[in-house]
């Protein structure tokens, strides 16, 4: 069963609604993975979108010593066929990038910079509108705040803005004191702390379901949903990344942030008016009013594990050990479950069940709505109980979303069994949603917060898993590694969890 729905014709124009004004993108760390993976693609798709403005530049900024030339050739290069397919559009685009060589952490670097940032908006009149992105290692987020303060980049509120990457802080300490250098540096409205599942258009798509659709908010609630299911699965492994996950793990790299923002979306309250600070605070307070399931003892609560050898014969695949750039007796996790509540009127006794991991059996994002069963199963006796009804929030890939509900089968009887209601954005509206980064840079470049965390969310989810990280760093027995096998969903332990709950994972 599919629901159907008819394209807007005025889609198009709508795209183009919000006016990004003449301004500089100044990229650090523009030699690195980001910016030619995610960046500037995205600022490309922007570009022929129309969505970008003619006095419009991007300047990258790494120590390497290239030119505007090679920096503009290696952004090709890892476009492929995209540039291919777009030259005259791409010739057209390039000829506002810019390269800078500039070390952060040397004043003459910084103070150099902004001369070049003067030269290029004469060149390209971009009106001393400006947007620092700091795609760097995150040590170095508070003192490229700091730099760029001191250079008096960031003195004008309006024309200037800074986007920060995650991770934001270690925990719950490192968040407070990152967040009052930043603070020092420029005003909160300045300061853009991306996540990029904001970006998508699924996530976002959570609150149009709830808000603007009257057959849902009223029973959004713990009369009716009975638990909450959100998984983000990758297939993939480590891959290039074992430097930055060895001292991260998947709590750090995936919960804290991606996980809790999609729980506060899904769990928040009404906001009072469709406003970025709206919006923001009902997700604090959700945040705020989250806690660990079993706080005593948290260790009830929460399942690590990482992977083990697996695939096939003729495709095995390494365990998390045997990945290049790992400790071979590595205590690091690369699958997380756990299980919270939140203690407000809405959400007081239904439990939501947040996991992730890599080298999982299927790549998916999802949140899972179940319902409280009938209070009176009537078709028991015509041979088996109705199964709960469920509404499932795809993310990614396959967009969209579906509803689970009884229906009677055919025949002489009274058997009932499950169907599906389903709607999918790409044969909705015949054509993918963009990437996030499209969404989250024309936002940031907007200044247009409301996809972004503000300090007091960050600080908000840092305190929710502060004592788990606590717990491995000084009691590391009480939180074990528990092995899985590659491409399956995980270790048993996590699935021992929920089953004294009586329930199981959802594995589509």
């Known amino acids: 069963m599919s629901a159907t729905m008819t394209t807007n014709p005025l889609r198009?124009?709508?795209?183009?609604?919000?006016?990004?004004?003449?301004?500089?993108?100044?990229?650090?760390?523009?030699?690195?993975?980001?910016?030619?993976?995610?960046?500037?693609?995205?600022?490309?798709?922007?570009?022929?979108?129309?969505?970008?403005?003619?006095?419009?530049?991007?300047?990258?900024?790494?120590?390497?010593?290239?030119?505007?030339?090679?920096?503009?050739?290696?952004?090709?290069?890892?476009?492929?066929?995209?540039?291919?397919?777009?030259?005259?559009?791409?010739?057209?685009?390039?000829?506002?990038?810019?390269?800078?060589?500039?070390?952060?952490?040397?004043?003459?670097?910084?103070?150099r910079l902004g001369s070049r940032l003067d030269t290029i908006d004469r060149l390209r009149a971009t009106r001393n509108n400006r947007t620092f992105y700091l795609s760097v290692s995150p040590n170095y987020y508070g003192s490229g705040c700091r730099a760029l303060a001191d250079a008096g980049l960031l003195r004008d509120p309006e024309r200037s803005r800074v986007v920060i990457e995650k991770p934001f802080g270690r925990d719950y300490s490192s968040a407070q004191a990152l967040n009052k250098v930043v603070q020092s540096c420029g005003q909160e409205n300045q300061i853009f702390r991306i996540d990029h599942y904001l970006g998508k258009e699924t996530v976002q798509n959570i609150m149009v379901l709830r808000f603007a659709n009257t057959i849902f908010e009223p029973i959004w609630n713990r009369n009716y949903i009975s638990s909450v299911q959100i998984t983000a699965a990758e297939t993939v492994g480590v891959e290039e990344r074992a430097g930055y996950y060895e001292s991260s793990g998947a709590l750090r790299d995936m919960v804290q942030n991606h996980l809790t923002q999609?729980?506060?979306?899904?769990?928040?309250?009404?906001?009072?008016?469709?406003?970025?600070?709206?919006?923001?605070?009902?997700?604090?307070?959700?945040?705020?009013?989250?806690?660990?399931?079993?706080?005593?003892?948290?260790?009830?609560?929460c399942i690590r594990g990482q992977y083990g050898p697996g695939g096939s014969q003729s495709a095995p695949l390494k365990g998390y050990r045997e990945e290049p750039g790992v400790d071979p007796n590595s205590t690091t996790e690369t699958y997380v479950a756990m299980k919270l509540f939140i203690d407000n009127w809405r959400w007081q006794g239904v439990p939501?069940?947040?996991?992730?991991?890599?080298?999982?059996?299927?790549?998916?994002?999802?949140?899972?709505?179940?319902?409280?069963?009938?209070?009176?199963?009537?078709?028991?006796?015509?041979?088996?109980?109705?199964?709960?009804?469920?509404?499932?929030?795809?993310?990614?890939?396959?967009?969209?979303?579906?509803?689970?509900?009884?229906?009677?089968?055919?025949?002489?009887?009274?058997?009932?069994?499950?169907?599906?209601?389903?709607?999918?954005?790409?044969?909705?509206?015949?054509?993918?949603?963009?990437?996030?980064?499209?969404?989250?840079?024309?936002?940031?470049?907007?200044?247009?917060?409301?996809?972004?965390?503000?300090?007091?969310?960050?600080?908000?989810?840092?305190?929710?898993?502060?004592?788990?990280?606590?717990?491995?760093?000084?009691?590391?027995?009480?939180?074990?590694?528990?092995?899985?096998?590659?491409?399956?969903?995980?270790?048993?332990?996590?699935?021992?969890m929920l089953a004294r709950d009586g329930l199981l994972w959802r594995r589509p």
């Open 262 to 301: 999609m729980l506060a979306i899904t769990a928040m309250e009404t906001p009072g008016r469709f406003d970025p600070e709206a919006i923001r605070s009902e997700k604090a307070k959700v945040l705020q009013a989250a806690r660990l399931a079993d706080e005593l003892e948290p260790w009830n609560c």
């Open 12 to 111: 198009v124009g709508l795209r183009q609604e919000r006016v990004i004004a003449p301004q500089c993108l100044v990229i650090f760390g523009a030699s690195g993975d980001l910016t030619h993976r995610k960046l500037i693609p995205a600022l490309f798709e922007l570009f022929l979108q129309r969505r970008l403005p003619s006095e419009f530049a991007v300047l990258g900024c790494a120590r390497r010593p290239w030119s505007d030339e090679e920096f503009r050739s290696k952004m090709a290069e890892a476009l492929g066929d995209k540039v291919t397919d777009n030259q005259q559009a791409w010739d057209q685009f390039s000829a506002g990038m810019f390269y800078e060589p500039v070390d952060l952490q040397k004043n003459e670097d910084v103070v």
């Open 352 to 496: 939501f069940y947040v996991r992730t991991g890599k080298r999982l059996a299927k790549r998916l994002s999802e949140v899972v709505l179940t319902f409280r069963e009938a209070p009176v199963h009537l078709f028991d006796a015509a041979g088996g109980s109705p199964t709960a009804n469920q509404l499932i929030l795809r993310i990614q890939p396959d967009e969209g979303a579906e509803f689970r509900f009884e229906v009677k089968s055919p025949g002489s009887g009274m058997r009932s069994r499950p169907v599906e209601m389903e709607f999918s954005y790409d044969e909705s509206f015949g054509e993918p949603s963009d990437e996030g980064y499209v969404r989250l840079l024309a936002d940031a470049m907007l200044s247009d917060p409301t996809l972004f965390t503000r300090s007091d969310e960050v600080e908000a989810a840092w305190r929710l898993y502060t004592p788990l990280l606590e717990l491995i760093e000084d009691s590391p027995w009480r939180l074990p590694i528990h092995p899985y096998e590659s491409r399956t969903w995980g270790p048993a332990a996590a699935d021992s």
